[in-house]
């Protein structure tokens, strides 16, 4: 962890691209013992599957475009301004509805998830990741899958 404060200014683009879509990543582990926060854009028809972190908790502002959450047996349809807190032990599923691209805040405790998102981005690089290599990787972070991720070429 990194000491000093955090300053990202626009066009610093620090992250990866998922989907031919970028995740910025505002402050990871290296920066934070607490928590990792990222600013998403989910190309549209992407969904992560339901699925549920036993320690992390998440959190979800919509900046941009419209997405919808099964966040344990309720629906929300969200626009900008909705934000979301889900804390460890629900499950839940993220689905780009609309046609065009949804950005959102979104905040991970405790930090780390940011290498989950870098190699889902090498995973789903070549088009619908292997359902296997999926699941082992979330394993390997804190998320049991519940269903499958899916997402439009």
């Excluded at 992250?15 to 854009?41: K, N």
């Amino acid at each position: 962890m990194n000491a000093k404060p955090v300053i990202r200014r626009p066009g610093e683009n620090r992250g990866i691209t998922l989907r031919g879509h970028p995740m910025t990543f505002l402050v990871t582990g290296e920066d934070t013992q607490h928590t990792s926060m990222f600013d998403w854009t989910i190309p549209p028809g992407f969904a992560t599957g339901r699925h549920v972190h036993r320690v992390q908790e998440e959190t979800f502002y919509m900046l941009e475009g419209e997405c919808e959450w099964h966040v344990g047996d309720e629906v929300v349809r969200a626009l900008p301004g909705t934000y979301l807190f889900i804390p460890p032990g629900v499950p839940h599923n993220i689905t780009n509805v609309s046609e065009e691209p949804a950005r959102v805040l979104m905040t991970v405790s405790p930090p780390g998830h940011e290498h989950y998102f870098e190699e889902l981005a090498k995973l789903t690089a070549s088009g619908t990741p292997d359902a296997k290599a999926i699941s082992e990787l979330r394993a390997r972070f804190d998320t049991d899958q519940l269903s499958a991720l899916t997402t439009r070429a």
